[in-house]
């Protein structure tokens, strides 16, 4: 599954990095939703017209895990902005995210 969402007058600044991500998730397994769940919502909030997401479900397509190193399920991908970085879990903790994608600042954090 693909969600890419470039918006028009979004309200954002031209500044605003672009972000591909990569979220492997296992079916509809509990940790897999809630990590699809919190993702949809910090990119709707904070990334809207600024990011292309790609779901990709390990039951369908296995080798895709393989090929991006992944050795455990719910995984994001962030592929860009540079560094690549690898998020592992189901993301329930969404300041933590918000943080590691450096979309606030440490003091921003509660």
């Known amino acids: 599954m693909t969600e890419n969402t470039p918006e028009q007058g ?3 600044s031209v500044e605003q990095p672009f972000f591909r991500l990569r979220l492997f998730v296992a079916g509809n397994e509990p940790n897999s939703t809630q990590a699809k769940a919190v993702l949809f919502r910090v990119c709707d909030k904070h990334l809207k017209g600024h990011y292309e997401l790609h779901i990709v479900d ?27 970085r690898y998020i592992v879990g189901s993301l329930h903790d969404e300041d933590r995210l918000l943080f590691t994608l450096s979309l606030v600042k440490r003091e921003d954090r509660s």
Do not use: W, Y
């Open 10 to 12: 979004s309200g954002m």
């Open 58 to 84: 390990v039951f369908e397509d296995h080798q895709a895990a393989v090929a991006h190193q992944v050795v455990a399920i719910p995984t994001l991908i962030v592929e860009s902005p540079p560094p690549r």
